[in-house]
């Protein structure tokens, strides 16, 4: 069982950054792959990224290369989702999610535990 609370979220201002944490419990975190997606009002879930379990291996929406990146530091059971050059239509509620085993990366089925999420808004 993995529980995951999602933090670091808030107003920005357009060309602005972020840091969204996850921050997991559960002694086996190491051996899980995480994702993050977001989710605008009245629109569906969006993967945005996701990380192997050992960091090497990454999965990044192609719309989002280059201004997301994402990151895990296994000894504090954390994943990092640092966002750049944020922009209006980046405002979403963001969610981390765990993976035993990833095919795509880019399927919320395939994600085993989700956070409650945290809202990110950007003013133009």
């Known amino acids: 069982q993995v529980q995951l609370v999602e933090s670091g979220g808030g107003l920005v201002q357009a060309g602005g950054s972020l840091r969204l944490s996850c921050a997991a419990s559960?002694?086996?975190?190491?051996?899980?792959?995480v994702g993050w997606f977001r989710q605008a009002p009245g629109k569906e879930r969006q993967f945005v990224v996701a990380?192997?379990?050992?960091?090497?291996?990454?999965y990044y929406a192609d719309s989002l290369k280059g201004r997301f990146t994402i990151s895990r530091d296994n000894a504090k059971n954390t994943v990092y989702l640092h966002m750049s050059t944020l922009k209006p239509e980046d405002t979403a509620v963001y969610y981390c999610?765990?993976?035993?085993?990833?095919?795509?990366?880019?399927?919320?089925?395939?994600?085993?535990?989700w956070g409650q999420g945290t809202q990110v808004t950007v003013s133009s």
């Open positions: 999610a765990a993976a035993g085993r990833l095919v795509s990366g880019t399927s919320d089925a395939e994600y085993d535990y």
């Open positions: 990380v192997g379990w050992n960091g090497r291996r990454t």
């Open positions: 559960g002694r086996t975190f190491s051996s899980y792959a």
